[in-house]
Each structure stands twice: as structure tokens, then as C-alpha cells.
């Protein structure tokens, strides 16, 4: 089931009232080929009791959570989605630059450190 081109678009995230639980995203682009819409995906959305732990997408592009993967392929074809999306493909050659110039200046300050007595 293909629903993302690439990385950073979708993370599946789970979320429970448990302030102490933390379990680490993943990005939908590396497992969407195992997804597969059968009830046992679809019951990872639904609350799991006593431990409140269910599975929600996030969209990295947008700011915002999904439930269900229905809602997400809705999301994903909707023309806000889109339009952000393609803002920030546009963006991330001007953002690649700025962050590889920083660099650059990070290891020449780093140099002239070294020499300073």
C-alpha cells in the first residue's frame, strides 16, 4: 500500500494518557509495504485497555494528528496537504544551503579557535 513518496511526511506515533510512556515514531515510508487495511491494522487505532495505547498518525508537513488510515489517505489527497507539501519541497534546496553555509562557518570558526592563544 503505497500512501508516501518519501521520508519525513507521515510518522505513526503511539499516544497514551501515561505521561511515562514513550515509544519512538515510525516513519510511514519504511514500513508502508507491510501495511495492509485489515481489521487487525485497524484495531492498533482504537484504545487498547487498561494501557490506553493506540497507534495515530502524524503528518510532519502539517502539523497534525490522524487517526485512522482512512482519514490519512483523505489528508494526504487534500489540497492543503498538497500545497504544504510542495511549499516545502520548494524550500528545502534554500534550507539545504543555509544549513551546509552554517556549517562551513561553525568548522572555520572551530579552526581559528585552535590557534587563538
Known amino acids: 500500500m503505497q500512501l508516501v513518496n518519501g521520508i519525513?511526511?507521515?510518522e505513526l506515533r503511539y499516544v497514551t494518557d501515561d505521561e511515562e510512556y514513550y515509544d519512538k515514531p515510525i516513519d510511514i515510508f519504511t514500513i508502508q509495504e507491510h501495511i495492509t487495511p485489515t481489521a487487525d491494522f485497524k484495531k492498533k487505532f482504537q484504545k487498547h485497555?487498561?494501557?490506553h495505547v493506540r497507534a495515530v498518525f502524524f503528518c510532519l508537513v502539517c502539523k497534525c494528528?490522524?487517526?485512522h488510515?482512512?482519514?490519512l489517505s483523505q489528508h494526504l489527497a487534500g489540497s492543503k496537504h498538497r500545497s504544504a507539501?510542495?511549499?516545502q519541497e520548494?524550500?528545502?534546496p534554500q534550507l539545504e544551503q543555509q544549513q551546509q553555509q552554517q556549517q562551513k562557518?561553525?568548522?572555520s570558526d572551530k579552526k581559528l579557535r585552535?590557534?587563538?592563544p
Open 85 to 87: 507539501f510542495n511549499k
Open 8 to 10: 519525513g511526511i507521515v
Open 114 to 116: 585552535m590557534f587563538d
Open 49 to 51: 485497555y487498561p494501557s
Open 69 to 71: 488510515p482512512s482519514v
Open 90 to 92: 520548494a524550500e528545502k
Open 65 to 67: 494528528y490522524l487517526n
Open 105 to 107: 562557518t561553525e568548522i
